[in-house]
Structure formats: structure tokens, C-alpha cells
């Protein structure tokens, strides 16, 4: 037999919560180790973020970047000028 009605509560709207935005303070944080070596590829900001266990939305973001050798993280932001520093 289930719970009464009683016992269940319906959630606030306020308590669903939404996808968190990607901020380039995470983006940094997955790359650490990735310009260790010199200059950077997607497909090597790519494969760095996901060994680091990035959020699907940040590999979702860095795959959507030129294909292209990245020489310092700076050159990002040209193609992520949308993407807030922080929260």
C-alpha cells in the first residue's frame, strides 16, 4: 500500500532547480592541466575536460569551438564571449 495523500507533498516551484550556467571559472578549473604541455587542440580541451569529470554542458561548450591550436586559455573567450566569469 502507498502513502496517503496526506503524505505526500507537492515540491515549490522554487525547490526544482535549473541546469547551473557554465561560468569561465569552471571552464579554468577542467583545464587546469590542459596548457601544461604548450598549446591545446579542442580535441585535447575536450578529452581533458571529460577525464576531469567536466558537466555534459561544459564539454557540450568546448566542442562547439573552432577546430584550432589554442595557444593560452585567453584565446577562449574570443568564442565564449557569452560566458560569465562567475556567479
Known sequence: MGPAA???APTP???VASPKPVTR???LDVLDDAFA???ATRQTLVATARAQGARPEVIALLEQLPERTYVHQRQLWVHMA???VGL
Open 6 to 8: 496526506a503524505d505526500i
Open 37 to 39: 604541455n604548450g598549446p
Open 13 to 15: 516551484a522554487h525547490d
Open 25 to 27: 571559472v569552471e571552464i
Open 82 to 84: 557569452d560566458v560569465p
